[in-house]
């Protein structure tokens, strides 16, 4: 994405309003999908599938699989010289143009610091923030202390707007509640909320243990919080919470109590919603993640998942987020490795124009935008298979990336182009066989094939391709 158009998602209104009723005709010759106002394809709250744990559904039969870009600024705006206020309808529009269905929904704690988290190292402000600024007294950026017993309406308001804008284009919106390392680190603490220097209620957490158990006080003030998020937009169908963004090792505990309190809070309510639990900034091998009693999980680290992402194993739903594999980083091949693995890749989107092409970010533009395409891809490709009944079968495939329900269907991954080798033993009749191309979004029917045994393909692109094999 250019820088231009970087600064158009920004800075320029939106241009679309009102009714939206349009024909989308979808690439790959997999969907034609008609929207219309009104119509977004949301049927009621996300639950664990029954029958294939690896992702939602709704209620109805179908597996729900989850994908598309987030940014830091989507809820709250980050302010530094060089930022203006986000654009968050031009986002809309840049998921919906790609087929995404699936945000993180970014919260931060802190009224500004020179923030170790930010690209540059640039002091950083974020606003609107939940609390009331009644003071007496200034907080460190030269506004009223806040009142941690009193809530802003404005950030309520805005969570609740940009859920229900979200839900109008058919796309659901994970609520993280807390910002973990990045808003309670050594350089960001001292504009914490829970500061006392910041706050009127002489509360101090001393930075990480705000996100422990330690403090009583604070594990209320926190809870009064959560139930005013619950309440804001219980009623919505769109939601998924996330408790918070890489927090520390030592907030197993406290994340745990903080599920356990949202699923009780609203087990009262009208409707009931996943809750989920990130990866921590310091995990080795991602173990309190399975341990949880979340629905849906972000893992996370390198080594582990940055090229041959293992297998989701259905433990928990597996939100699969570049923020914690590489934090720069993910390209069209590993959003397809991801999907074929069974997990539900998402992206940490930085919108390029925003943050410079260089250093770390050299060449990851084109990667993105690579990114992008490939999550409305298998978006397209996890509506047309029956994917309820498939699992991650790696040893059904030469290229060890295949979802398959065997003798059925079969959904096979090749990173580069060649051949493959696919056992199709479980098979009995005739395949069904098609090429989906990566870069250009084509399908190319090929001719039906025999079950029965080892069977090998050809690609008939160059680069990577995925092989499509079903039974009538």
């Known amino acids: 994405m250019s820088p231009q158009t970087k600064n158009n ?3 320029k209104p939106a241009i ?37 744990p690896r992702y939602f559904t709704d209620g109805t039969a179908r597996a729900i699989y989850l994908t598309g870009s987030h940014h830091w600024d989507n809820l709250q705006d980050g302010y530094n010289p060089e930022v ?24 931060w704690e802190h009224v500004g610091s020179e923030a170790s988290w930010h690209y540059e190292h640039k002091k950083q402000l974020f606003d609107p923030l939940p609390y009331a600024r009644t003071g007496p007294g200034l907080a ?37 509640l807390f910002q973990g390392v990045a808003s309670t680190g050594p350089r960001t603490w001292p504009g914490h909320i829970f500061n006392k220097d910041n706050n009127v209620n002489g509360l101090d957490g001393n930075g990480a243990d705000t996100q422990t158990l330690k403090f009583p006080a604070i594990t209320e003030i926190q809870k009064a919080y959560i139930r005013r998020v619950i309440d804001t937009v ?21 994340q745990y109590e903080m599920i356990r309190y949202i699923k009780s809070y609203e087990d009262d309510k009208p409707k009931q ?22 629905d849906w999980v972000s893992p996370g680290t390198y080594k582990i998942y940055a090229h041959d992402p293992p297998a989701a194993d259905g433990r928990k739903v597996s939100l699969l987020d570049t923020d914690h594999v590489f934090g720069v980083g993910g390209d069209r091949q590993w959003i397809w490795k991801a999907f074929t693995r069974g997990h539900n890749p998402i992206y940490m989107d ?28 298998t978006r397209r490709m996890a509506e047309r298979i029956n994917l309820a009944t498939m699992v991650p079968r790696c040893d059904l495939a030469s290229s060890k990336y295949c979802l398959a329900n065997p003798g059925a269907e079969y959904l096979v991954y090749l990173p580069a182009d060649g051949e493959v080798t696919v056992d199709l033993s479980a098979a009995k009749g005739m395949l069904q066989v098609e090429w989906v191309h990566q870069v250009e979004g084509t399908v190319k029917p090929a001719a039906p094939v025999q079950g029965g045994g080892q069977r090998r393909f050809q690609t008939p692109f ?11």
Not at 153 to 163: G, M, N, P, S
Not at 245 to 251: F, I, K, L, M, Y
Not at 356 to 375: C, F, H, L, S
Request: a positive charge; one cysteine or more.
């Open 140 to 176: 460190l950026d030269s506004k009223p202390k806040f009142d941690l017993t009193k809530f802003n309406k404005a950030y309520f308001d805005r969570l609740r707007q940009r859920v229900v804008a979200a839900r109008d284009r058919g796309i659901y919106v994970g609520i993280m």
């Open 16 to 52: 679309l309003k009102g009714t939206l009723c349009l024909v989308v005709l979808v690439n790959l010759g997999l969907l034609c999908t008609a929207i219309i106002a009104g119509e977004t394809g949301l049927r009621g709250p996300l639950r664990v599938h029954p029958d294939n």
């Open 9 to 11: 998602l920004r800075t």
């Open 273 to 294: 919603h996943p809750v989920g639990m990130t990866c921590r900034g310091d995990e080795p091998n991602n173990e309190v993640l399975w341990l949880s009693p979340a």
């Open 84 to 107: 203006t206020t986000f654009d968050y309808e031009r986002y809309l529009d840049l998921l919906q143009k790609h087929g995404h269905n699936f945000i993180r929904l970014w919260a």
């Open 462 to 472: 160059n680069g990577d391709a995925a092989l499509h094999l079903w039974g009538k």
């Open 350 to 377: 930085s919108l390029w124009g925003y943050i410079p092409d260089k250093g770390a970010w050299k060449g990851q533009a084109e990667r993105g935008e690579g990114a992008r395409v490939a999550m409305g891809q």
């Open 234 to 254: 219980n009623d919505l169908d769109n939601v998924l919470y996330e408790i918070a963004n890489e927090a520390h090792a030592g907030t197993a505990a406290w």
